[in-house]
């Protein structure tokens, strides 16, 4: 269902609701932030402005600027915040980002966990390999 102007609108059953957001393919995804962009896989949301989520089940890109790339039921909702891929990965710090894994949780400012599974960073710019 295409909602807004200035998008792009493909895939099966998918949505676009703000000004300059697509969806490129897939089934079930929504783009519902400004300057959104989902580029497939199923049920996929990117709700944040400039957020993006390229694929995967599940995913969500809720913060300003943040990406999911692949990868399935993980989160990145901290502005500039990323999660690569991985399963119920969550990158919620602001620039916080998690490379893979599972159940990891990037919550400190320019925080990494660059894999593994059930990890935590907390800290600024904290590192877990």
């Known amino acids: ?55 995967g089940v599940s995913n969500t890109a809720s913060g300003d600027s943040s990406s999911v790339s692949g990868g399935g039921f993980s989160t990145a909702s901290g502005i500039f915040s990323s999660v690569s891929g991985g399963q119920s990965n969550i990158a919620s710090g602001g620039a916080s980002s998690v490379l893979g894994g599972a159940q990891n949780v990037a919550a400190g400012a320019f925080s990494v966990i660059l894999g593994g599974q059930a990890k935590t960073a907390n800290g600024v710019l904290q590192i877990l390999p």
């Open 1 to 55: 269902m295409y909602l807004s102007y200035g998008g792009l609108l493909a895939g099966i059953q998918n949505t676009t609701s703000n000004e300059y957001s697509s969806v490129s393919g897939g089934e079930l995804n929504i783009a519902s932030g400004e300057n959104s962009s989902v580029s497939g896989g199923v049920s996929n949301t990117a709700s944040g402005i400039n957020s993006s989520v390229s694929g």
